[in-house]
């Protein structure tokens, strides 16, 4: 075997983790979790427990929104967020900061404007592909309260 084989052989069984694309999301506890998958996660809550899976297994089950943090190993960003809570992402220059802080503030507040709106509302609606009016039902409304709170709650942390 020539050495430039066995070289491609180590380099391929030696090399570290490959990088992936980190996405964090924050349960009904307010606990961060981080994942190296995109893939949906879904949460619901009966009889006081919080239940999670990839698959919306109950009714009242709501998908939760990941949030892209960087590109890495799943251990290393786990690592860097038990160490430091002062907001700061790993490479992220000054204005790159900025720029981030000044989207969640805008998607805060542009979430904080809509659940205000649903309950002012005096019923709420959605628009059918006839753009007409169809009214929600008591807990369809509850229901879409509840998801719209979760995320703005998850937005203005």
Known sequence: MSYLRIFLLLSVFCCGSAMADIWKWVDADGKT???DTSTAIFTWVE???IFYSDRPD???AVAVQLIWVSKGQLEEEENVASDSDDGEFPGETPAQRIEREEAEAYYCKRATEIYDSYENAPRLYRTNDDGEREYLSEKEAKATMGETKTKMDELCK
Do not use: A, M, T
């Open 47 to 49: 009889e006081g427990k």
């Open 58 to 60: 109950h009714e009242d």
């Open 33 to 35: 979790h981080f994942v």
